[in-house]
């Protein structure tokens, strides 16, 4: 019981201090007269990926890399097969056409990178997390030059205005929070493991990813409850792309990742990557860029027979 409670303690923290740190960066880049474009596009995309980065980095440091790893590999399965889902199944949503010319191709191609780098060796090793950071900021700097007007779209939403004591202190909950939220779940998700006698990346690619994956979740209900518009395919793989190359790159530039439970090798991975692939036909078919309620109930089967098949 005591886990449990230590796990929905620390995701809380996570959800909290997430939500402050991208206030405070958000206000302090406007403040800094940081053009909102860049805002968008870096700022608010690594405030949003913080939960994961710091439950990642903490894990592996803690000797726990198993967690470090199936905390992203599950976060990327949950937000197509769990968050993309509930979305669509609620309320359809319009693909743009950047989704076929930049956006899952540099999901793709990011994927299939991490598969590489650890598949043959079980190891993602320090010069492997630099090669993934630099072409995270590659991607950024093609978007940033060649895809500004699909970036400006939604650029009015930030408008964020703060008393400067406020934005310190911000910045100081939301970075205490997130640490302190890590801790206790990381925590409470061995210990659960122990408990139930099950191995850490079980627990990381369910209950862990799933919970780092709720403010994505609760974004997107609240749009649709509200009439807005839904978030975007866009904003999830952007979050899948941020996971693997910003998270996993940074979290092995710190401390090499090493691969202890081969379900992550033999399972896990093959998922990411199918419920990743499959996510393109779904978007053509039947009607052209356009995901409804049935390409939903295809990334819930998905996501169910993933989590059977693992805790199985």
Request: glycine share 10%; proline share 4%; net charge negative.
């Amino acid at each position: 019981m005591q886990n449990f409670l230590f796990v929905l303690a620390g995701l809380a923290l996570l959800i909290a201090g997430g939500n402050w740190l991208l206030k405070a960066a958000v206000d302090l880049s406007l403040k800094l007269n940081i053009p909102k474009i860049v805002i968008g596009m870096t700022v608010v995309s690594f405030a949003t990926s913080a939960p994961e980065l710091i439950v990642s980095v903490n894990a592996a440091l803690d000797g726990f890399p198993d967690m470090a790893l199936g905390n992203v590999v599950g976060s990327n399965i949950a937000n197509l097969g769990l968050v993309l889902a509930v979305t669509i199944m609620l309320g359809p949503i319009d693909v743009k056409k950047s989704f076929y010319t930049t956006d899952w191709p540099v999901m793709i191609l990011a994927s299939l990178l991490f598969f590489f780098f650890i598949y043959f060796d079980g190891v993602l090793t320090t010069h492997e997390g630099i090669i993934m950071v630099v072409c995270l900021f590659a991607f950024l700097i093609y978007l940033l030059r060649f895809q500004k007007p699909a970036v400006e779209e939604g650029e009015e939403e930030i408008q964020i205005n703060l008393p400067i004591y406020k934005t310190v202190l911000f910045l100081g909950l939301g970075g205490v929070a997130l640490w302190g939220g890590s801790e206790l779940l990381i925590n409470g998700a061995v210990g659960l493991a122990k408990a139930f006698g099950v191995s850490e990346r079980i627990i990381a690619i369910t209950i862990v990813s799933v919970g780092t994956s709720i403010p994505e979740l609760a974004a997107s209900i609240i749009a649709i409850l509200k009439k807005e518009k839904a978030i975007s395919l866009g904003n999830l793989i952007g979050s899948n792309i941020f996971n693997i190359l910003a998270v996993l790159g940074i979290t092995s530039i710190i401390t090499p990742i090493q691969v202890m439970d081969d379900g992550l090798l033999k399972s896990d991975i093959f998922w990411m990557l199918g419920i990743s692939f499959i996510l393109l036909p779904l978007v053509f078919l039947p009607k052209g860029l356009r995901l409804g309620w049935r390409d939903g109930i295809v990334l819930v089967g998905i996501y169910a027979a993933f989590v059977y098949f693992a805790i199985g």
